[in-house]
């Protein structure tokens, strides 16, 4: 079935530094994937998507794009603040209906971000 | 517009009872889904419901149940709560097509002694 696999963490970094989280999928036919992130305490907010191979999502100086041959969607940062501090979930949605759409996350990555 | 709304925000259940969590979508969303969140496991589907139908439905025993109303409201309910059951639950609202946002609420903390 469709997976989820992203790096673990916690993960910690000064301000300003450069951030990478690393997701890699597998799943059937041409699923949708999703960045999302959840501050203490808090739902999950959408933090980028991209539906399809090629597409890059951005948002808030974060960037991740959709690599279909490297089955990958790693989230990066150029400059992190000590804001960014949250946990990261890497997710899919697969492409047929018959799923109901359902998301796939990973196990999330916690990160730190110190002044 | 107004996000994903669910209530009770915080609750405390004891073993054997019952509890019903309720979601309400984001207006013109018809699909609801709801997730289960531990430390353990992660974020958990549990089921989707599209126009009153359950459309898809995770791997969790049937003590959690839900339904969803005509205006596309939805609830969940589990039986016989165990202290595992013991997590988060997000609710979660789209307009139920490929590659369209799952946005989620705030989710309900559900703790049972």
């Known amino acids: 079935g469709d997976s989820v696999t992203q790096m673990e963490g916690p993960v910690t970094l000064s301000e300003e530094a450069f951030l990478t989280i690393n997701c890699t999928y597998t799943a059937t036919g041409y699923p949708s994937l999703f960045w999302y992130v959840q501050y203490p305490g808090e739902g999950l907010q959408l933090l980028l998507k991209?539906?399809?191979?090629?597409d890059k999502g951005s948002n808030k100086g974060f960037e991740a794009t959709y690599r279909k041959e490297t089955t990958s969607f790693h989230l990066e940062k150029g400059s992190v603040q000590v804001s960014d501090s949250a946990v990261y979930f890497c997710a899919l949605s697969g492409s047929d209906s018959n799923s109901g759409y359902a998301l796939n996350f990973g196990k999330g990555t916690s990160l730190l971000v110190t002044p | 517009k107004a996000g994903v709304t669910q209530t009770p925000r915080y609750l405390i259940k004891t073993r054997g009872q019952q509890v019903t969590l309720s979601c309400s979508p984001i207006s013109g969303h018809r699909s609801v889904s709801w997730y289960q969140q531990t430390p353990g496991q992660g974020l958990q589907f549990l089921f989707e419901y599209f126009s009153e139908t359950q459309r898809n439905k995770g791997n969790f025993p049937g003590r959690f149940s839900g339904r969803q109303f005509s205006n596309s409201r939805s609830e969940m309910n589990v039986s016989t709560l165990e202290l595992g059951d013991s997590a988060l639950y997000l609710c979660?609202?789209?307009?139920?097509?490929?590659?369209?946002?799952?946005?989620f609420g705030e989710g309900s903390w559900l703790t049972v002694v």
């Open positions: 979660a609202s789209s307009l139920a097509g490929s590659g369209n946002t799952i946005y």
């Open positions: 991209a539906t399809k191979a090629d």
